[in-house]
């Protein structure tokens, strides 16, 4: 027993010996030091690992400089200490020693005082603000506030203990850019010095285009080209002191401006492309104004090709205007005068102008005597040229043709009367009207001559001309052809017979069905007629018993009676009870329809339920389902019945109710 009692006892006093080896091996590391920054006399919170019976603090290196401090040790990972004098921005070590027993360190501190700013870049800015700026200088790590002037910051960041990045709030004049930290704020110096300046800003530019010539006039022999000088008026603000304006890739310098002010300068618009020949498509370029204060937004202004005349389409009109005409040509926008010149220039009479494109201008031509005139247009990118090779831009004004007589004047409503005009100025006529219908078989004989055929038509039409120009013979007494109509005829019908509530659509054939006012169906009219010819017509049949007479009625006549006009009004089912009136939504139950007109029934329905399997009694009065149709869901629904006339209205009579 003593043997093992003296062994247990060296056991323990060897395990107690390891133990106090291991707990006196451990050295205290420093993990964070909070606040990392102060004055001496604050007190700091260092957080970490084997603070126990810690004696010492130091701020520096132990042995080398570290200053040291008697620390208050709250637990094995928590001390407090108060800072001790330091150097204004020096950044130390923090240690803890025990009994000269120190480990490594993670905890860094800075003695801080007031701050102070050195420089801001960039120095200027907007008055609106917006920009981020760089503040340069010393102690700024606590940062609570950053101003321009009297104005906060719209936001900060501080990047370490000398370095800012603010975005600057809106503001005025010449300002101090000052930083505030819990030990003060930065004194005004020459480096902080932040000024506000007005960059400017296009608000508008007048006018949009111009010609892409600009403010040449010598690069063409043609003054009627580009007579005047393009200025462009840039409008906005803040231009004083702007010493150049770019319009797309041209740059116009300050000293050639016309005028300056701070909202308006006023420029000779720089030429585009100096060749004439090729001015090409509408081209819209930047226009961007330089101050000392920045560079402006962008303003658009769109450089037009001086006009130019393909072809006018058509090329000749009365004299009396108003013919509409097609300009085709290059660089016609903004088109705002199309002027008739003679070749003296002596006549200069402006056209109606209906639409315009680059491509296209359409006019109404204006009253002009007979002959030919030069058609000159006038665009934002100056006028088309008088002379152009060829006649691409003359328009001729023809007299009008006129109508003196019609021989025949008269002939049957079917067309097809062979007539001669006798006229004026018919040599270039194109087409002849009777009333609102065109003849066939035009042809011009000579000036004075046009021979055609009639087309269809009925009563006293006037027989007018077109001439190629647009021109159309004015109405008279001697332009009348009356068409002397037949009484109409019938000679077909189809269908013969359709149901006696009417509705449906009924072709008649036969003749002289020109001009048809109305169709009977016995004493009763038709609706919806339809001429489709002299030989056909529709019309839809209106209600009617038994067999009728369908006769046409047109202001030749009325079509007399005969046995090709007939048609027979058939009777269709009528359901006026049902027994019994309900039954399974299975379905499955003998169900009897009484009503009349029932003979050749081909189905009935149960609401959208067709049933085929059914008798009909001898009288057509009485329909047997022997099976009633399974129902969609339980409710009321309507028995209808079919047969070749038509198929049953539904009424409360045809009822019938699913359980």
Not at 179 to 195: L, N, Q
Not at 586 to 615: D, E, H, P
Request: aromatic share 8%; hydrophobic share 35%.
């Amino acid at each position: 027993m003593k043997i093992k009692r003296d062994i247990l006892a060296a056991l323990t006093f060897f395990m107690l010996v390891f133990a106090t080896t291991t707990i006196a091996a451990a050295s205290p590391v420093v993990n964070d030091v909070s606040p990392s920054f102060g004055i001496a006399g604050d007190t700091v919170t260092i957080t970490g690992d084997d603070f126990a019976n810690a004696d010492t603090v130091y701020f520096g290196v132990p042995n080398n400089g570290g200053i040291p401090c008697i620390p208050t040790v709250n637990n094995d990972n928590e001390i407090t200490v108060v800072v001790p004098p330091g150097t204004p921005g020096k950044t130390v070590s923090v240690y803890v020693s025990r009994a000269n027993d120190w480990g490594q360190s993670f905890g860094r501190f800075t003695w801080v005082t007031t701050p102070s700013v050195s420089k801001v870049s960039p120095n200027t800015g907007s008055v609106d603000g917006g920009n981020t700026v760089t503040i340069i200088g010393n102690y700024f790590l606590g940062t609570t506030s950053v101003k321009f002037g009297d104005t906060k910051a719209t936001s900060f960041k501080v990047v370490n203990a000398n370095k800012i990045t603010a975005v600057v709030p809106a503001g005025t004049g010449k300002v101090d850019v000052t930083v505030t930290t819990p030990f003060g704020t930065s004194a005004s110096s020459s480096g902080d010095k932040y000024t506000y300046v007005l960059v400017p800003v296009i608000t508008g530019i007048t006018p949009t285009s111009g010609s892409y010539l600009g403010n040449i006039t010598t690069e063409t022999t043609d003054p009627e080209v580009h007579p005047n000088k393009d200025i462009i008026n840039i409008l906005g603000y803040g231009f004083t002191g702007a010493s150049q304006v770019a319009v797309g890739s041209n740059v116009v310098l300050a000293k050639d401006f016309i005028s300056i002010t701070d909202n308006k300068i006023s420029i000779y618009a720089p030429a585009l492309n100096k060749d004439p020949s090729k001015p090409g498509k509408p081209t819209t370029v930047d226009i961007k104004v330089t101050t000392t204060a920045g560079i402006s937004n962008t303003g658009k202004y769109t450089y037009i090709a001086v006009p130019k005349i393909y072809s006018l389409s058509p090329s000749k009109g009365p004299t009396d205007g108003g013919t509409a005409v097609t300009i085709n040509g290059i660089g016609l926008t903004g088109t705002s005068k199309v002027t008739f010149k003679d070749s003296w220039l002596s006549i200069a009479d402006e056209a109606t102008i209906t639409s315009v494109t680059d491509t296209q201008v359409k006019i109404l031509t204006p009253q002009e005597d007979v002959g030919s005139l030069y058609v000159v247009v006038k665009s934002t990118g100056g006028n088309s040229s008088i002379w152009q090779q060829g006649d691409r831009n003359i328009f001729t004004y023809t007299g009008l043709p006129t109508v003196n007589s019609v021989a025949p004047n008269a002939g049957p409503t079917k067309g097809g009367t062979k007539v001669t005009i006798t006229g004026e100025n018919l040599k270039e006529v194109q087409k002849v009207m009777f009333g609102n219908n065109a003849a066939t078989a035009v042809k011009v004989v000579d000036d004075t001559h046009i021979t055609a055929k009639s087309p269809a038509g009925t009563g006293v039409v006037d027989v007018t001309v077109v001439s190629t120009s647009g021109g159309i013979s004015p109405i008279s007494d001697n332009d009348k052809f009356t068409y002397q109509q037949v009484a109409p005829k019938v000679t077909k019908v189809a269908p013969k017979s359709g149901a006696d509530v009417g509705g449906n659509t009924v072709t008649v054939y036969g003749s002289g069905f020109t001009g048809a006012t109305a169709v009977k169906f016995g004493a009763k009219s038709g609706s919806k007629l339809a001429v489709a010819s002299d030989t056909q017509l529709t019309v839809t049949a209106p209600a009617g018993k038994g067999t009728v007479d369908i006769t046409v009625i047109t202001p030749g006549g009325t079509s007399p009676v005969t046995s090709k006009d007939r048609y027979t009004y058939l009777s269709i089912p009528v359901v006026t009870s049902v027994s019994p009136t309900s039954g399974s939504v299975k379905g499955g139950n003998v169900v009897l329809i009484y009503g009349t007109n029932f003979k050749g029934t081909t189905a009935v329905y149960f609401g959208n339920a067709k049933v085929t399997v059914l008798s009909v009694n001898s009288a057509g009065t009485r329909i047997t389902v022997p099976k009633s149709p399974a129902g969609v869901a339980r409710g009321t629904i309507d028995i209808t019945v079919k047969t070749p006339t038509g198929k049953s209205a539904t009424s409360a009579n045809d009822r019938y109710t699913y359980k």
